[in-house]
């Protein structure tokens, strides 16, 4: 809550307030889908509650915020959802990929993502779900720091160290016990993903699962990425080169075809 704190209350000079206010209301409740009392929106955002509930009555009437059956606690609406789901309806790269992730799903049989870089976290975008019944899940929309990452990892991986300093958020967040939160040991990292052209991370977003991922290219937003990831009990080093290479196989035809498309 700190951190989303630290955003909210550092607007720039040129934002409209009202409209800065909103923006905010839904960050924080997209944040990790929790139900905010009033006043623990309000203290995050640093604004007095009494003008805070007046947006937040607005945002229930269109649908934005939803609150609970006490009236005191408020979600995201489903005005929020209608507006997710079309960005990932209109996204062309998500459209152009559902092949490759169907056929990358079927021949590893684990969890495949669709990831692009926002800011210093990774988004999923898109998934497909491992066959086994023992699976990680990790919905649409997941929000994971880049840096704990395979996908994130793959990303910065394209950029100069200058550049990956600029956009990961300092001191490094330690999600897991063995989160790499070491900037010579993550840049370290970083050098082996350039040099063998994917990147892993081995129980650092999530206990006991390791991944593999490969970059489609950058762009100046940092671009996207495709991985598989699965319980270290089914990846072993001789198991993870395999998926990196059916992994490096389908990050080139979705590059192939975005190509081809004019989107990369």
Known sequence: MESVAAAAGDRKPEEVKSAARVLEVLELLGADGAKLSLAELAGAMRVPKSSLHAVLRTMEARGWVDVDARGT??????????????YLEGDDVVS????????LAEETGEAVHLTRL???DVVHLAKRESRHALRMYTPVGH?????????????LAQFEPGEVDRRLSWPLARITPDTVTDPGELAAQLAEARLRGWAQDDGESSPGVRGVAVALGTDEQGGDAISC?????RMDDRRTEEVALAVTEAAHSLRTLLKRLGQH
């Open 73 to 86: 606690r408020y979600g995201l609406g489903l005005k929020a959802l209608m507006t997710g789901t079309a």
């Open 96 to 103: 152009i990929a559902g092949p490759v992730l169907d056929a």
């Open 118 to 120: 926002s800011g210093a």
């Open 143 to 155: 929000r994971v720091p880049a840096h704990a990452t395979a996908p994130g990892k793959a990303m």
């Open 229 to 233: 990831s699965a319980p270290s009990s």
